[in-house]
């Protein structure tokens, strides 16, 4: 997983064609917990799906304020938004194409779920994933 920590970074995360963001604030409790759920499942969902080209990162928008605007465009639709649970938002070409607001409430079992569904990934038989 990439941490963002210059705006490099973080257009680099925009470029991807496939791109897995993790939103982590550390004043939270929660966001501490799903980025630990969110660590495992990377190891996880990766050893299942050793070709997808896929790339993880992180971002703190605390430390980055100039995302915020995006971050916020990128959670469209969701009434609480972020609040500081540690969320997920899958990303094409930089747009958001799913959005999780609490990882750590969803597990990892619904991350490769919407993962699978949103970039089209496949187990390494090459039968969908359910």
């Known amino acids: 997983m990439t941490t963002i920590t210059n705006k490099a970074d973080f257009k680099r995360l925009l470029a991807d ?12 409790g929660q966001a501490v917990v799903s980025l630990r759920l969110f660590e495992l499942w990377i ?6 799906h050793p070709e997808a080209p896929v790339n993880f990162y992180r971002l703190d928008p605390d430390a980055h ?7 916020v465009g990128q959670a469209r639709g969701e009434t609480d938004n972020e609040r500081g649970f540690g969320s997920v938002c899958w990303l ?3 747009h958001s194409v799913g959005f999780v607001r609490y990882a ?7 991350l490769s779920r919407l993962t699978d569904e949103h970039f089209g990934a496949t187990q390494p038989n090459n039968s969908p994933q359910h």
């Open 17 to 28: 064609e496939q791109a897995v963001l993790f939103v982590f604030f550390d004043w939270s």
């Open 92 to 94: 094409r070409r930089g």
């Open 65 to 71: 304020p100039d995302t915020w605007t995006w971050l």
């Open 104 to 110: 750590a409430q969803v597990g990892k079992d619904e």
């Open 43 to 48: 190891k996880e969902w990766l050893a299942s």
